[in-house]
């Protein structure tokens, strides 16, 4: 059982330009979490999503991100007109179905907008 | 809103010594509490995981130890080796459906 796979690891982007980020969740998992870590920063929350549906996104920032988890394929995290701010490690978590249950993380995405 | 605070923020030890890693959390209201590892550039390990329900997880040489009246969670490594040192991330799921995170404590272990 393969774990949470995201790619890519390493991304750079130019300021004004778009990053979509993928995330694979555990094979059996329904529920993915993705997750900004900024340099010197803790894991802040960004978005929950099940499949086709956004559960919460009170942690994603309301204009140029957004988030989807279609039902095939993976879940993507697309960041429109990124700005130098937006350079952080992205990290995407999953977890079977219920409330109680572990997460799982990814390796993670870092983006680095130049 | 949930606030998660670890203490200390970086913690240096000689091989072999037994440490403590606390984490404390402002709202008690908490489906379940997760330790996690991350080491540099890399992703996170889950550690362990324990359930509002419950007081410990043990799992080799870590304890993990919750009280959720008080807000607090403890992670105890014994034996430290240099292989444990990385950062160690507390983080509690409470309503809603996101997880808090602690900012983390950075552990060193000198061979």
């Known amino acids: 059982n393969a774990g949470v796979m995201q790619n890519p690891r390493h991304l750079v982007r130019r300021r004004g330009q778009e990053a979509r980020l993928r995330c694979s969740p555990m094979?059996?998992?329904?529920?993915v979490y993705w997750y900004r870590q900024l340099p010197e920063e803790g894991l802040k929350f960004m978005v929950y999503?099940?499949?086709?549906?956004?559960?919460?996104e009170s942690g994603m920032p309301k204009e140029r991100f957004s988030a989807e988890f279609p039902k095939e394929g993976p879940s993507i995290l697309r960041i429109q007109q990124v700005v130098r701010g937006d350079s952080a490690a992205y990290f995407c978590?999953?977890?079977?179905?219920?409330?109680?249950?572990?997460?799982?993380f990814g390796p993670g995405t870092r983006l680095t907008v130049t | 809103k949930q606030e998660v605070t670890q203490i200390p923020a970086a913690l240096s030890v000689p091989e072999g010594e037994n440490l403590v890693l606390n984490c404390s959390f402002t709202?008690?209201?908490?489906?379940?509490l997760q330790w996690f590892r991350q080491d540099p550039g890399k992703g996170l390990t889950s550690l362990l995981l324990?359930?509002?329900?419950?007081r410990e997880q043990t799992s080799g040489r870590l304890n993990a130890s919750l009280d959720k009246s008080s807000g607090r969670s403890t992670l105890y490594i014994a034996a430290s080796q240099p292989g444990d040192s990385a950062t160690y991330l507390c983080?509690?799921?409470?309503?809603?459906?996101?997880?808090?995170f602690g900012t983390g404590t950075s552990l060193t272990v000198i061979p």
């Open positions: 094979k059996g998992h329904s529920h």
């Open positions: 709202d008690s209201a908490i489906y379940n």
């Open positions: 324990i359930q509002s329900s419950q």
């Open positions: 978590a999953s977890s079977p179905l219920s409330l109680s249950d572990e997460q799982y």
């Open positions: 999503l099940q499949k086709e549906n956004i559960i919460d």
């Open positions: 983080a509690v799921r409470g309503r809603g459906n996101q997880f808090y």
